[in-house]
């Protein structure tokens, strides 16, 4: 009999679901570092395009003003010495309320209407102020025939005054004195009368006066020819001189004389001695770039703003278009009057002036700088530049005109940065 053989040790045979194949193993690891080498690959492309793509930026083309030749076609005014930002105003402008408080009941103006002078522009419910003036002139009617009575009295005690009186010269035993003296009391009394009567009728006069008065401030009226800018109230509501809160409201409208518009200009302190009354200017409204009007300066103001440095400055418009609204922003520029060269002098070449906009300037370190484009790439130089004035500043050194610098379109440039000048 043959033995038989040991059997097998089956515990040791076992499957290990978990723990892939190694072929899955091998195809997975590869695509791993595919996949790395991927993304690597792209985020150089990327990051190198960044480096060497154009920035697209704004830029502003210096020009040199000032210097020989530099003319102007302003009637001969020369170049720009300061320019400044403002607002067109009206030199006659008035916001116009009633006299007395009450209630609207008559509007008969609106938003364009041109009114002249004394014309009534509103009216407030008077019918109590009607009936105060019929009140009075009647009481002014009572006290004058009240004094026709008094002066009729008056007279009559006179002319017995006058009689008794001569029959006492004539015959004394006739009119005794006591008479007399009893005559002229009455005559004098009747005078007396007569006067004060007199006056009644000058106060119910002067109350005829301010009844009508008080009914005449009723009606709102215009205080100079102009055309009307707001309606400030409408029909039904309360107005009052002062603004009392609640409904109440103050303006009825707000007028102006268009014929006296002009710019209100705020210029830095530091330019001002460049400013004189009477010197032409060029002013462009943001609402027409391209149009130019002239301007000369009417007033500079005899103070300064101690907060923002400046002074304020008045420029009358010259040129009248019925585009140019109040409250319009402008731009002025001041601009320089040719100076005279004696015959015989020598042609003095004045420096050119250099005005760019505020925000090509930026600080470093407490160092002025700008940034320049040339051929496509940012270069940074150190100027002297003046303070701001209208959003511009003059640079005193560093830049010669022609020039193009950065503006706006990149936060914090860089040396040797590629950008794209956009129109």
Same mark, same amino acid.
């Given at each position: 009999?043959?033995a038989?053989?040991?059997?097998?040790?089956l515990?040791?045979?076992?499957?290990?679901?978990?723990?892939?194949?190694?072929?899955?193993?091998?195809a997975? @690891?590869?695509?791993?570092?595919?996949?790395? #080498?991927?993304?690597v690959m792209i985020?150089?492309?990327?990051?190198?395009?960044?480096? !060497?793509?154009?920035?697209?930026?704004?830029?502003?083309?210096?020009?040199?003003? @000032?210097?020989e030749? #530099?003319?102007?076609?302003?009637?001969?005014a @020369?170049?720009?010495?300061?320019?400044?930002?403002?607002?067109v105003?009206?030199?006659t402008?008035?916001?116009?309320?009633?006299?007395i408080p009450?209630?609207l009941?008559?509007?008969?103006?609106?938003e364009?209407?041109?009114?002249?002078?004394g014309?009534?522009?509103a009216?407030?419910d008077?019918?109590?102020?009607?009936a105060?003036?019929g009140?009075?002139? #009647? !009481?002014?009617?009572?006290?004058?025939?009240?004094?026709?009575?008094?002066?009729?009295d008056?007279?009559?005690?006179q002319?017995?005054?006058?009689?008794?009186r001569?029959?006492?010269?004539q015959?004394?035993?006739?009119?005794?004195?006591?008479?007399?003296?009893n005559? /002229?009391?009455?005559a004098r009394?009747?005078?007396?009368r007569?006067?004060?009567q007199?006056?009644?009728?000058?106060a119910?006069?002067a109350g005829?006066?301010?009844?009508?008065?008080?009914?005449?401030?009723?009606?709102?009226r215009?205080?100079f020819? !102009?055309?009307v800018?707001?309606?400030e109230?409408?029909?039904g509501?309360?107005?009052?001189?002062?603004?009392?809160?609640?409904?109440?409201?103050g303006?009825?409208?707000?007028?102006?004389?268009?014929a006296?518009l002009?710019?209100?200009?705020?210029?830095?302190e530091?330019?001002?001695?460049?400013?004189?009354g009477?010197?032409?200017a060029?002013?462009?409204? /943001?609402?027409y770039?391209?149009?130019s009007f002239?301007?000369?300066?009417?007033?500079?103001?005899?103070?300064?703003?101690?907060?923002?440095?400046?002074?304020?400055?008045?420029?009358a418009?010259? /040129?009248?278009?019925?585009?140019?609204?109040?409250?319009? @922003?402008?731009?002025?520029?001041?601009?320089e009057?040719?100076?005279a060269?004696?015959?015989?002098?020598?042609?003095?070449?004045?420096?050119?002036?250099i005005?760019?906009?505020?925000?090509?300037?930026r600080?470093?370190d407490?160092r002025?700088?700008v940034?320049?484009?040339r051929?496509?790439?940012?270069?940074?130089?150190?100027?002297?530049? !003046?303070?701001?004035?209208g959003?511009?500043r003059?640079?005193?050194?560093?830049?010669?005109?022609g020039?193009?610098?950065?503006v706006?379109?990149?936060?914090?440039?860089r040396?040797?940065?590629?950008?794209k000048?956009?129109?």
């Amino acid at each position: 009999m043959t033995a038989s053989p040991p059997a097998a040790d089956l515990s040791k045979l076992r499957i290990n679901r978990d723990d892939p194949p190694p072929a899955v193993k091998r195809a997975l @690891g590869r695509v791993l570092w595919l996949t790395a #080498a991927a993304i690597v690959m792209i985020a150089a492309v990327v990051l190198l395009s960044k480096r !060497g793509s154009a920035v697209p930026v704004q830029v502003v083309t210096v020009a040199a003003r @000032g210097g020989e030749g #530099a003319a102007s076609n302003s009637g001969g005014a @020369g170049a720009v010495a300061v320019v400044a930002n403002g607002y067109v105003v009206a030199r006659t402008k008035a916001a116009v309320s009633a006299k007395i408080p009450g209630r609207l009941a008559m509007l008969n103006v609106s938003e364009g209407s041109r009114v002249e002078k004394g014309a009534i522009i509103a009216r407030l419910d008077n019918a109590d102020y009607a009936a105060a003036v019929g009140q009075a002139e #009647a !009481g002014l009617a009572s006290a004058r025939a009240t004094l026709i009575e008094a002066q009729s009295d008056r007279d009559q005690a006179q002319r017995e005054y006058v009689r008794v009186r001569d029959i006492h010269a004539q015959n004394p035993n006739l009119v005794s004195p006591q008479e007399v003296e009893n005559a /002229d009391s009455r005559a004098r009394q009747a005078d007396a009368r007569g006067n004060a009567q007199s006056a009644r009728v000058d106060a119910a006069a002067a109350g005829v006066r301010v009844a009508q008065a008080n009914l005449e401030n009723t009606y709102i009226r215009a205080p100079f020819s !102009g055309t009307v800018l707001r309606k400030e109230a409408e029909v039904g509501e309360v107005v009052a001189p002062s603004v009392g809160g609640g409904l109440t409201r103050g303006a009825v409208v707000t007028m102006a004389d268009l014929a006296t518009l002009e710019v209100e200009v705020d210029v830095n302190e530091a330019y001002i001695a460049r400013i004189h009354g009477g010197q032409q200017a060029r002013i462009t409204l /943001d609402a027409y770039p391209d149009t130019s009007f002239r301007g000369t300066v009417r007033q500079v103001v005899p103070t300064a703003d101690r907060q923002r440095a400046t002074v304020q400055v008045k420029v009358a418009i010259v /040129d009248r278009d019925p585009r140019i609204l109040t409250e319009m @922003g402008a731009k002025v520029e001041f601009l320089e009057s040719p100076r005279a060269t004696p015959a015989g002098s020598p042609q003095v070449v004045e420096r050119p002036r250099i005005i760019v906009p505020a925000a090509a300037v930026r600080s470093e370190d407490g160092r002025s700088v700008v940034w320049l484009v040339r051929d496509g790439r940012l270069q940074k130089r150190d100027v002297d530049a !003046g303070p701001v004035s209208g959003n511009f500043r003059e640079i005193r050194s560093g830049l010669s005109g022609g020039e193009q610098l950065l503006v706006v379109g990149i936060e914090t440039p860089r040396e040797g940065q590629r950008v794209k000048t956009t129109p």
